[in-house]
């Protein structure tokens, strides 16, 4: 999952030792950082194929993602807790990224959030820190024990892929940590991976299908006919490549838009056929416009995505429920 970038400014979490605010601006390393709405961080793992991710809603500051020292356990927030007085929840958008997170929140749930199709909202509430775990495109199926496609659309609890003892066990871990990254981090690195879902082609097929190639072109490198490569996919990714391909294509896009280049050139470099293209796959995929993404002040600077409070979004659906459909999927798609 992939968050939006908010109309002001975009917060991002490029560097671990920094906090990233709605203006754009990080707090130095080593300051705490002021209360504001919402605060990203993320930083690569040590020991998986993922991103560590950290995030708060509204009255303070989310979880300190550096390699932390010992520090006082944290008290266990019990599930239900009554939220500041005064203070709404806020709604941000999720961008489909084919990536899979498990997700530990303060208020007590550990879910697992599949590789989503369109955007999404999830609503956050005041005061609740959110922790995840994002997997690299294709790696998640391994650690999980599930394929991708079973996931799709899809937010299940941790406990209905590894069973009730062991997600209670790691909630636990994880609400009385000083350091729960760490934790997550090494709890899901400790599980054995699942053998028939690690596929050796994930880094083959990624890299054809972000080059753009046709997709008999990327079976063909492979190794594979196109009916294996749809099925492979389905089962890393969560859909199959002409899906995958529009996906990453937009993440691609988006990144290359937030520097500040003409959106022609960034649709020509993304591979639209022009710009028009670019705005109506970002619709689809997003269900808003490109303008409304990158905001009235685009940054100077590369960024990941990151969060955003979005307006209205008629037609959208809200965050699956966690027993929601798997959608079908044609051919190739």
Known sequence: MTFAPA?????????????R?????GAPAGRRPRTVDAVYRERPTTRLPAMLWSAQGPSGPPYDL???????PRPRLPAGDPTPAGRAAQVHRILPDGCIDIIWSSDG?????????????????????????????????????????EL????????????????????????????PALVLETCVAARPC????????????????????????????????????LRRCRQ???????????????????????????????????GYADQAHLAREVRALTGVALTSLLGPARPSSPAPAGLAEPPGL??????????????????GA
């Open 66 to 72: 550096a390699q932390a020292d010992a520090s006082p």
């Open 236 to 270: 890393m990714f969560g859909y199959g490549p002409k899906t995958l391909a529009r996906i990453l294509r937009l993440q691609e896009a988006l990144r290359s838009a937030r520097t500040g280049r003409r959106l022609a050139v960034v649709a020509a470099d993304a």
């Open 314 to 331: 008629p037609g959208l659906p809200g965050l699956p429920d966690k027993d929601g459909p798997a959608g079908p999927l044609g051919q």
């Open 21 to 25: 605010h709605p203006n754009g601006r």
């Open 152 to 179: 799709r659309n899809r937010r299940p609890d941790l406990a209905d892929l590894w069973g009730a003892g062991p997600a209670r066990r790691l909630a636990e871990r994880l609400a009385d940590a000083g350091d």
């Open 7 to 19: 109309g002001s400014g975009t917060w991002t979490g490029q560097a671990p030792q920094r906090d």
């Open 109 to 149: 749930r550990l879910i697992v959030a599949g590789p989503d199709t369109v955007a999404t909202l999830a609503s956050w509430a005041p005061g609740v820190r959110h922790l995840g775990l994002r997997f690299d495109p294709g790696r998640g199926p391994a650690r999980l024990g599930v394929p991708a496609a």
């Open 194 to 229: 699942h053998p028939g879902l690690g596929d050796p082609l994930v880094p083959a097929i990624l890299a054809g299908i972000r080059a753009g190639s046709a997709v008999a072109d990327v079976a063909r490198t492979a190794a594979l006919s196109e009916r294996q490569l």
